[in-house]
């Protein structure tokens, strides 16, 4: 396979790389990498075994869908698949994150590798911290399910008519008694969280996804059927924890006690600030804006809508970012993002790529070298 040096040219067009979350996990999805460059992957391989003790990438390369899809397994396994991806294109393509990237983003469990291809946490302090943040939230959830008698989880809801969401979102504001749409922090405090449903992604212009009691989403779509006018396409997600709910509260604690213990790999600050990239935070859909401020965002991420429409609309429209590259399994993240920008491949001075295999890392190297040179008028 050809290696495509990364151009010296002067920096182009802006761009962002980003990131996906939970449920793009799949057995094998690592194969056509280690199958291309052995050298780089294997010891990438040996450091995710080491740093997390337990063989977790057999259980990526050919555990079952069962052992894989377990929050606390495929959560590490999408953060450190990811970042594998980013290291063999600087290694085997040339490629030049610091010198060509403008900002990084990831949608959920993926801020976590957009904070380490930002230069804001190290890989294994990351992937150490998610596998913890799994197990957690895995133990959280069981615990839910038990509390409301029910399954818990996350539907997504999608609006036919655009120009609807809004007020579908106001519907879901006041069935849950929320005071401001989209937010968690008001949420009312008599209300317990295993009877909440709330917002828990803001993904596109027509989709959002609901977090809570299962039995509870569907009294809340009965009643936007009966009282709202709305009937929206939901598809419930392969998720069995409320991500982003009030559920997850326990898990945000545990997220601030460990963002402020000290690196057991280097006895310093988990958290690097300055990073050498600007990262967006899901839940203000800003970049960070200092080390206190990257803990408490990252910790509320638990229990906080994810801004994600919002995020790729301030990018797109604020910073004047015209180079997407989705870094990572699956094509959820590139698809949402090439659906708000207007993009879906490569255009004048820009586009929207994924990758998930050599080949498209090879095909999004050549496209940045063909589009450095295209300014805006």
């Given at each position: 396979m050809r290696r495509w040096a990364s151009s010296s040219a002067p920096r182009g067009p802006r761009t962002a790389i980003f990131f996906p979350g939970q449920g793009v996990q799949r057995v094998g999805m690592a194969k056509p990498w280690l199958e291309a460059f052995p050298r780089t992957v294997k010891p990438i391989f040996e450091e995710i075994d080491e740093v997390l003790g337990i063989p977790l990438t057999s259980k990526i390369e050919s555990g079952t869908n069962a052992v894989l899809n377990a929050t606390e397994n495929s959560q590490p396994a999408i953060m450190a698949t990811s970042i594998m991806i980013l290291r063999v294109m600087e290694k085997e393509f040339g490629f030049?994150?610091?010198?060509?990237i403008d900002f990084t983003l990831g949608h959920s469990l993926g801020e976590f590798a957009a904070l380490v291809a930002g230069g804001y946490?190290?890989?294994?302090d990351?992937?150490?911290?998610?596998?913890?943040r799994g197990e957690v939230m895995a133990k959280v959830s069981k615990e839910a399910s038990e509390e409301c008698g029910g399954d818990v989880g996350m539907v997504a809801l999608v609006c036919e008519n655009e120009s609807h969401m809004q007020s579908l979102i106001d519907g879901i504001t006041e069935f849950t008694a929320l005071s401001s749409s989209g937010s968690k922090s008001d949420s009312s405090v008599d209300i317990p969280p295993v009877q909440q449903v709330v917002i828990a992604n803001i993904n596109s212009k027509n989709q959002i996804v609901l977090s809570g009691s299962i039995e509870r989403i569907k009294t809340l779509l009965t009643h936007l059927r009966q009282f709202g006018g709305h009937d929206p396409r939901h598809v419930r997600l392969h998720s069995e924890s409320p991500f982003h709910?009030?559920?997850?509260?326990?898990?945000q604690q545990f997220m601030r006690n460990l963002l402020d213990t000290p690196s057991a790999f280097t006895g310093k600050d988990i958290i690097k600030f300055p990073g050498t990239v600007p990262c967006i935070s899901n839940v203000s859909a800003r970049p960070f804006q200092s080390r206190q401020d990257l803990k408490d965002l990252l910790a509320r991420q638990c229990t906080e809508t994810v801004r994600w429409w919002e995020s790729v609309r301030y990018l797109d429209q604020e910073e004047k970012v015209r180079r997407w590259i989705g870094i990572?399994?699956?094509?959820?993240?590139?698809?949402?993002?090439?659906?708000?920008?207007?993009m879906k491949g490569q255009v004048k001075g820009g586009g929207v790529w994924g990758i998930t295999s050599p080949q498209e890392a090879e095909?999004?190297?050549?496209?940045?070298?063909?589009?450095?040179s295209v300014h805006e008028d």
């Open positions: 030049k994150t610091e010198a060509r946490m190290s890989f294994q990351a992937l150490s911290m998610v596998r913890k709910s009030p559920m997850m509260k326990p898990a990572g399994p699956g094509k959820v993240g590139r698809n949402l993002v090439g659906k708000e920008v207007g095909e999004c190297i050549k496209a940045l070298d063909e589009t450095e």
